[in-house]
């Protein structure tokens, strides 16, 4: 069992940056592929980008609009969800996922092991 928990959500304005983390107390997340992912009031959950274990080598989905990058610290046991020029929709529920996938393309798992709680981003004016 992969206990994730994520942080670094909050209320941002429109334009700013914001960095969300996720660590894995009693795990060691390198082992894990990962993801985040997101979830808008009354809309569907959809990936935002994934990262294959150890290495890290990032895929894209269509919603990080080049905006997003999702990068892993294996030593502080951690991956990153960095966000800039934040727009409204924007705002979700943003949540980190991890599988004991070790292939090459992440964006391969269809569906993923360990979930968090979630950390929630609110984007003002």
């Known amino acids: 069992q992969v206990h994730l928990v994520e942080s670094g959500g909050g209320v941002v304005q429109r334009g700013d940056s914001v960095t969300l983390s996720c660590e894995a107390p009693?795990?060691?997340?390198?082992?894990?592929?990962a993801a985040w992912f997101r979830q808008a009031p009354g809309k569907a959950r959809e990936e935002i980008a994934c990262?294959?274990?150890?290495?890290?080598?990032?895929y894209y989905k269509d919603s990080s609009e080049g905006r997003f990058t999702i990068s892993r610290d294996n030593a502080r046991n951690a991956v990153y969800l960095q966000m800039t020029n934040v727009k409204f929709e924007d705002t979700a529920a943003y949540y980190c996922a991890a599988d004991p996938y070790s292939g090459r393309n992440c964006q391969l798992i269809p569906d993923w092991d360990y979930w968090g709680q979630g950390t929630q981003v609110t984007v003002s004016a």
């Open positions: 009693g795990s060691r997340l390198e082992y894990f592929a």
């Open positions: 990262i294959t274990y150890n290495k890290g080598v990032p």
